[in-house]
């Protein structure tokens, strides 16, 4: 966005009894780009209308010119010396009516005007309106009008020829008193003033937050055999010996009683074993144990099988480690294999080399690391993901994205992307979150102190990301995710930083961590 800074809007032209009045009125201007910078010694497209009644009048005089801005931004160019467009400059009326100048500017020299501003004529071109006026006897001369205020300092002109002294006119009357002018815009920021002295130390600041959980270490020595347990119960019986030599036949032993032979049927009705014919009826409900009182079945409590010392509704107890793909795990033989993966990670730090600032590693370059173990940091991006995207998705409102230190750009980011919503590449968090380079995704917006932490190691960085295919920084502003309000943002550049409405167009340098 370029600022355009109107300096004088008109001056007054001389009417003289000797020479015919010019029809002309001049005009300087002040531009400034998007980062407060003047635009000097550059060619600029400007159109210039006359507009009649109100500042949407109608234009009764249009006309074009291609200035070119000095050494300050300033330009400088006489109003009806232009390419015309419409209309007759000569023959506007400036005693019927009031009059309003609207400029229209392209800060790049063609006729693509973005910048606009209207402004009223407050006092009529009295050089202009005097070669149309009723008489030309100069009145008596008035009394002395207030001083004006002084005007900027113009650029010196070269010196002209002395021209042969006219003659002395008449004092005209005085005129009336004009109105008051409306209040000019800034003047260009003056050199800063000299460094003051040291304040006072401000009160210690809070706690940060707790830095993230070191590695596992080592597995340690196993500690000394504990006392002997209580004496076990008793053990199951051994299994039954092997069956012995067969015995020598013994003698035949006498004929026995003729029987009287009767079939007998055996039958099962749980729980009762019977045998018919009068043979009885056993029952054997003390003989079932299981958990459907069934002695058809298997079917049996978990209680039924566990050791002495387990329970079912509580934990199973003196399990052994797995030796089989479908095998239960015990606690030890998990606790185990989770301190065998600490150590790897352990050795696997150990042995990679120590990070440093400037480095290429983790997806871009190392522009900080965490003092309180060397291993772990933040690195940005080799490139720009935008030149110019607002911070905003369309309106202002609070996101609650106030993190400044380093460490809170991650959850800023996501705080924005949950305020804002979708599309997230319409604005500078959800862009940084979308960012893969290096084959990551969890890149994010950097907070104000992450953002600064990376132009004070900026040659550094610069000279990497372009060895590895990136790019310089820009020298406009980056946005950061710290919110200050609902209206601005933090932002900050190689060369200082501040803040901005959200609406603006700025850069984009995704971070993550490490």
Known sequence: ?????????AVLLTLSTFAQTPEKMSYQAVVRDSGDNLVANQPIGMQISILQTTATGTAVYVETQTPTTNINGLVTLEIGTGSVVSGDFATIDWSADT??????????????????????LMSVPYALYAKTSGSSTPGPTGPQGPSGNDGADGSDGADGTNGLDGATGATG???PQGAQG?????????????????????????TGPTGPQGAQGPTGNDGADGADGAAGTDGTDGATG????????????????????IAQTLSFTSPNLTLSDSGGTVDLTSLINDADSDISNEIQNLSEV???GNTADAQIK????????QDAATKAYVDALQAQIAALDARIIALEPLPTIGEFRYGGVVFWIDPTDNTHGLVCAIADQSSAIQWSNGSYIVTGATGVA?????????TIITAQGATETNYAAGLAKAYTGGGFNDWFLPSDDELKEIFLNGAAIEATATANGGAVFNTTFYWSSTEVNFEKAEISKLTNNGSAAKGWGYNVRAVRAF
């Open 173 to 175: 009357s005085t005129g």
């Open 406 to 414: 380093i460490g809170t750009g991650a959850a800023n980011t996501a």
């Open 1 to 9: 966005m370029k600022k355009f800074y109107t300096i004088l809007a």
């Open 318 to 325: 003196n399990v052994t480690d797995p030796t089989d793909a």
């Open 242 to 261: 092997a069956t012995g030599l067969q015995g020598l036949q013994g003698p035949a032993g006498n004929d026995g009683a003729d029987g009287v032979g």
């Open 99 to 120: 009059y309003f100048i609207k400029t229209e500017t392209d800060p790049t020299g063609g006729s693509s005007y973005t910048i606009t501003g209207t402004s009223q």
């Open 182 to 206: 409306p209040t000019g815009n800034d003047g260009a920021d003056g050199a800063d003033g000299a460094d003051g002295t040291n304040g006072l130390d401000g009160a210690t600041g809070a």
């Open 306 to 308: 566990l050791t002495e």
